[in-house]
């Protein structure tokens, strides 16, 4: 063989990992893509080096894809790549972290240069980096290079969104999930998984009304699933059901919504009952997902959110107003600082005269005297009271002068 070919067939081998795959040509279209259902995708993310084809122009989009490359193209989906070959971190993907996983990031991998391993086991940068940003368990795997099949995909979505987004609710994805007839034929396990991903609009089923557990995951399949899963715009639309009035969309961090199940009417009723506890507060306040959070002013407001996006979450808000339909509780938590009870008195009314109806006057009265007390001085402990058919658990941090209101109807 002559030389030239000899490197560039080693430069193919190390720039993919596999000597099957070589750079395609963006002015050379794939062979065998023209008119299949994911050719926009295909073309689109090989475009940006998350996969490439074959030294024959083929792409081979039915082909199932291995373990090993679907987590290097996860990896790479979450990258940039520049315009000398060069890769780092999408900007939006890293503020996603944790500061756990951001500073894995910037310390581990602070050289992290998105390329296979020239000596050993060239899928190992990817593996390594997915595993220590929790977006795998890499000990479940005794093989990396077996065909990846529909609930190890739906897996790694699991556990990459609940470290760079949020869960839906598990009674909601677990409703949706189990329309499909071959559900049970996973493992509990590996069915919430599956949920989930239905849930994010990432994965959907078949029009026979099956998941497909156990069918192997294509090329093409698994770059449009990864395209869903970074671009939340290209996520198929999943509604609340019409026909459950308990269902209800709620909006989380980043402009984004989520659908919550309420246990029963008087939670679901609850959450309007928040709402119109933070029109109370004007602009000092905001609602996600179902907790209320109350501000002292536009200045906290701004450096709360500010310590949250950044993960430090050193400031807090004064009052936060929660529900945890999982659970059937409700809570209030009130940080006593100067003037707290006063700005937000009418805010917490409004919404106990909701929950506890012809008692809240004994709310109030538990409420008031507890709160002023801390908020003196006074040694006050932590007790529990009935009122009406509800049990309050008083939770009290003296030092830190915050009060907890858990509430929980009495079994």
């Given at each position: ?8 067939l080693?430069?193919?081998f ?8 070589a750079?395609?040509?963006n ?9 299949h259902w994911?050719?926009?995708t295909?073309?689109e993310?090989v475009?940006?080096?998350?996969l490439d ?9 039915d082909?199932p ?6 987590i ?14 060069e890769?780092s ?6 503020q ?6 951001q500073?894995?990031?910037?310390q581990?991998y602070r050289y992290y240069?998105?390329?296979p ?9 990817y593996i390594d980096?997915a595993?220590?940003?929790h ?9 990396f290079q077996?065909?990846?099949t529909?609930e ?6 699991f ?8 869960l839906?609710?598990s009674?909601?994805s ?5 329309s499909?007839?071959?559900l ?8 919430k998984f599956i949920?989930e ?11 026979n009304?099956y998941f ?17 899963l970074?671009?939340?715009?290209k996520?198929i639309?999943?509604k609340?059901?019409a026909?459950?009035d308990?269902?209800?969309?709620v909006?989380t961090?980043?402009g984004?919504?989520k659908?919550v199940v309420?246990?029963?009417?008087r939670?679901?009723d609850?959450y309007?009952a ?10 000092n306040?905001?609602l ?7 501000f ?6 701004e450096?709360v ?11 807090q808000?004064?009052v936060s107003i929660?529900l945890?339909?999982?659970?059937n509780t409700?809570g ?5 600082r ?5 700005r937000?008195q ?8 909701y929950?506890?109806?012809?008692n809240?006057a ?11 007390s ?6 006050v402990s ?15 941090d003296?030092?830190?002068?915050t ?5 929980a109807k009495r079994a």
């Open positions: 063989m002559h030389r030239l070919s000899v490197i560039t080693i430069i193919a190390l720039g993919t990992g596999n000597a099957a795959y750079q395609q040509s002015s050379a279209p794939f062979k065998d893509i023209k008119g994911a050719e926009k295909i073309t993310m475009s940006k080096g998350i084809g074959y030294p024959n122009g083929t792409f081979r989009p082909e894809v291995k373990v090993d490359q679907f290097k193209m996860l990896v790479l989906s979450y990258s940039n790549l520049h315009q000398n070959g890769r971190w999408n900007p939006s993907f890293f996603s972290l944790s500061t756990e996983n500073t894995i990031l910037k581990d240069n998105f390329k391993a020239t000596a050993g086991y060239w899928a190992k940068p980096v595993s220590d940003l977006f795998l368990n890499k000990s479940r795997y005794s093989d077996s065909d990846m529909r190890n995909v739906a897996e790694v979505l556990y990459t969104l609940q470290e760079t987004e949020f839906e609710d009674q909601f677990l409703g949706l999930a189990q499909y007839g071959d049970m034929s996973a493992t509990e396990r590996e069915r949920a991903a239905l849930a994010k609009g990432i994965m959907q089923g078949y029009p009304g497909g557990v156990g069918d192997k995951v294509t090329r093409a399949q698994s770059l449009v699933l990864l395209n869903r970074t671009e939340k715009t996520r639309e999943v609340a059901s026909r459950d308990l269902q209800l969309a909006p961090v980043g984004g919504s659908i309420f246990p029963d009417r939670m679901r609850a309007d928040l709402k119109q506890s933070g029109a109370l507060r004007g602009s306040q905001d996600l997902d179902t907790r209320l959070r109350l002292k002013d536009q200045k906290e407001k450096s959110l500010s310590s949250s996006s950044s993960g430090t979450a050193k400031v808000e004064e929660w945890d339909p999982q659970y409700y209030i938590t009130i940080r006593l100067d003037g707290t009870l006063a937000n009418e805010a917490v009314e409004t919404f106990s005269d929950l506890f109806g012809y809240s004994t709310f109030r009265k538990w409420f008031n005297e507890v709160c002023v801390v908020e003196s001085g006074t040694k932590s007790k529990q009271v009935e009122i009406g058919g509800d049990t309050v658990d008083i939770r009290i003296s030092s830190a002068k009060v907890v209101f858990s509430i």
